[in-house]
């Protein structure tokens, strides 16, 4: 089983929507969790980190649900230049080697 | 500007040729890494580093070696390129183990014939 998984998608959504991403992970040793977005043909770039308690950045809210083993993107009233993909990725807090990638979401936003 | 940067961008060559990636990062970061990026497979973790002269394997060190001689500089060799190694290659770094942002490169666009 792989360490962290998300629907690949492509979520196709109309501007103005709101979407929702989700992500499970395999290790409940699991210690901290980020989403991170990439541009077509960029780098991958830290988008927000997800708190225990949820946490909210402008039109993007995070969650986290360490019963489950889940965390989710939520995106409100969605613009052109969200689009993008979105990966997952998990933190374990031992080894050097310890950040765990998600294959990604890809959104496009139609106008 | 200071931040972590990756030559060639592109690179075309061919199979059995040793092609070499170069990385450097300016903030002194001890951990870098080296991932690869497929259609279908997502980042894969290819070589990383925790320190000057520390490397480890990561999941795909097939048909790669790196070295890390200076802190700021993370090169990754295809010794014997094979068309599978045709990607997209990133090459990140973070301040430590448990810092949850990693920095990434522009990425290496690489195509082997």
């Known amino acids: 089983r792989k360490e962290v998984e998300q629907d690949p998608g492509p979520f196709n959504v109309p501007e103005g929507a709101t979407v929702a991403f989700n992500c499970t992970y395999s290790?409940?040793?699991?210690?901290?969790f980020f989403w991170y977005r990439q541009d077509c043909r960029k780098e991958p770039k830290l988008l927000m980190s997800?708190?225990?308690s949820g946490n909210e950045d402008g039109r993007f809210t995070a969650q986290l649900n360490r019963a489950s083993q889940y965390i989710s993107l939520l995106i409100r009233d969605s613009k052109l230049s969200d689009s993008a993909t979105y990966l997952c990725?998990?933190?374990?807090?031992?080894?050097?080697?310890?950040?765990?990638f998600g294959t990604g979401t890809r959104l496009t936003v139609i106008p | 500007d200071a931040g972590i940067t990756q030559s060639p961008r592109y690179k075309i060559t061919e199979t059995g040729r040793q092609v070499t990636l170069m990385c450097h990062q300016t903030?002194?970061?001890?951990?870098m890494f080296w991932y690869r990026q497929d259609l279908g497979h997502g980042l894969r973790l290819i070589y990383y580093?925790?320190?000057?002269?520390?490397?480890d394997k990561g999941e795909v060190p097939d048909g790669y070696v790196v070295s890390r001689s200076k802190t700021e500089n993370f090169p990754l060799t295809l010794e014997s390129a094979t068309r599978s190694q045709t990607s997209v290659y990133f090459c990140?770094?973070?301040?430590?183990?448990?810092?949850?942002?990693?920095?990434f490169g522009e990425g290496s666009r690489l195509t082997v014939l």
């Open positions: 990140a770094s973070r301040a430590g183990p448990n810092t949850g942002e990693l920095f």
């Open positions: 290790n409940s040793a699991s210690q901290s």
């Open positions: 997800v708190y225990s």
């Open positions: 990725v998990v933190n374990r807090q031992t080894g050097a080697n310890n950040l765990f």
């Open positions: 903030w002194s970061h001890s951990y």
């Open positions: 580093s925790a320190a000057a002269d520390i490397t």
